[in-house]
């Protein structure tokens, strides 16, 4: 048998950014910059070891936080806005050499500046890196949006040059795109080095490149405050699916105590009438209502409702259906707080059930989240299970079903 190679993936990370301080720390579409990169590793099958090198202590703490080791602290002198990346893994290779015998067969660069990566591209690169015993590193790359044969340099005179010759074609500035070489140009998004490339070339490249293509969509590289705001946008884009820190979904419970649900657009659909008296009405399903009893037939779990809205109708459907409500509650992380509390409850035996934003804040006070079909969509990002079916519209229903069909929940 082949052994399993050892591949280390290293997040460079200093603390000093100018253009944007702090900027690995920057929130980017709901998660510190830097987790996009931890967790691109984290979820690679063949990468075996996850480290970032940093000078910056918050941004160790934040990195320990989601998932990734510090063993040690990048030296300064490797921390400087001019410092190349070269001597940050020489660094690392010889401290984890030295302190702990360590030394992979390969390292994988995995810039933060570049967080849209396409799930699965990290581990197609080591595959890559793998297949090419030559190679010296796999290096990402998308198509160059601009041919660099039609560009042009400034000389001392003011005058224009070529940027680039082009053999056998005299003036390639002047040539049909369609007869020019295509041109790629290199992103922040991976590399894949071999150890003997950093120690003995003294190079994060070598001599023998590999190229791994990436869909341009994914192209992004965060330099001013207005990227972070622009390009979050790309992680809800429906034509992409990136590696997201914040879809790292939880298993269903093995066993489940309390169903909790948020009232409007869970056991409604989201809407209200209102006559012309202001008294109002909404429109909820006998499908969820036969769900509820189904649920207090057949187990013990204990049905919960928390709603924003303190509202007479509210409080009919639950004493409609035989149902607790808390009502008025604009901190409903802690409510569920006190009741695990005042109740002696285990957070991880509970299960929300929500669909805006002000849901999301009991997510680490619950076991789990799940959200109708037709939730905000950052509420679709984050929770641990979407049904199928909309608010209102046998969303509960479907919940329950699923909550019956668990075989360990407690009778």
């Known amino acids: 048998m082949v052994a399993k190679p050892e591949v280390l993936a290293l997040i460079p990370a200093r603390g000093g950014s100018k253009g944007i301080p702090r900027k690995n720390l920057r929130e980017f579409a709901g998660a510190p910059l830097i987790a996009y990169s931890i967790t691109a590793a984290l979820q690679a099958d063949l990468v075996t070891r996850v480290i970032v090198s940093t000078d910056d202590a918050g941004i160790a703490e934040t990195a320990r936080a989601w998932g990734a080791e510090t063993p040690f602290v990048r030296p300064a002198e490797f921390a400087q806005d001019d410092s190349t990346d070269l001597p940050v893994f020489q660094h690392a290779f010889y401290w984890l050499w030295e302190n702990e015998g360590y030394r992979p067969d390969m390292v994988v660069q995995l810039r933060p500046t570049s967080p849209v990566r396409p799930r699965g591209l990290v581990d197609e690169a080591i595959r890559k890196m793998s297949g090419h015993p030559d190679a010296d590193c796999v290096r990402g790359v998308v198509p160059s ?44 998004h991976i590399d894949v080095i071999r150890t003997e490339t950093i120690l003995e070339k003294k190079s994060l490249t070598g001599d023998v490149l590999i190229p791994i293509l990436i869909d341009p969509l994914y192209t992004v590289d965060i330099d001013t405050p207005a990227d972070l705001q622009r390009y979050a946008q790309l992680m809800g884009d429906s034509r992409l699916d990136p590696v997201d820190p914040l879809k790292q979904r ?27 008296d202001g008294r109002e009405s909404v429109r909820c399903s006998r499908s969820d209502g036969s769900g509820i009893h189904m649920l207090r037939a057949n187990t013990s779990i204990h049905p919960l409702i928390i709603s924003r809205e303190k509202n007479p109708v509210v409080s ?9 409500v808390c009502q008025a509650v604009f901190h409903k992380d802690q409510v569920i707080q006190a009741l695990v509390q005042e109740r002696k409850l285990d957070k991880n035996e509970i299960i929300f059930i929500g669909n805006d934003l002000p849901d999301l804040v009991v997510i680490p006070y619950v076991g789990f989240f799940a959200c109708p079909s037709d939730a905000q969509p950052e509420v679709l990002r984050r929770a641990d299970l979407v049904l199928c079916h909309k608010g209102g519209d046998g969303a509960i229903r479907e919940l329950v079903e699923i909550i019956l069909n668990k075989s360990e929940i407690e009778e």
Do not use: H
């Open 250 to 276: 939880r298993k269903f419970p093995a066993r489940v105590s309390y169903l909790v649900m948020d009232f409007d657009g869970v056991m409604t659909d989201d809407k209200v009438y209102v006559d012309q």
């Open 145 to 188: 949006t601009q041919n660099p044969y039609k560009m042009w340099q400034i000389d001392a005179e003011g005058s224009l040059e070529p940027l680039l010759s082009l053999p056998g074609v005299p003036e390639p500035y002047n040539a049909p795109r369609q007869s020019l070489p295509p041109t790629y140009w290199q992103t922040g």
């Open 316 to 324: 009919a459907r639950a004493k409609k259906l035989d149902i607790e």
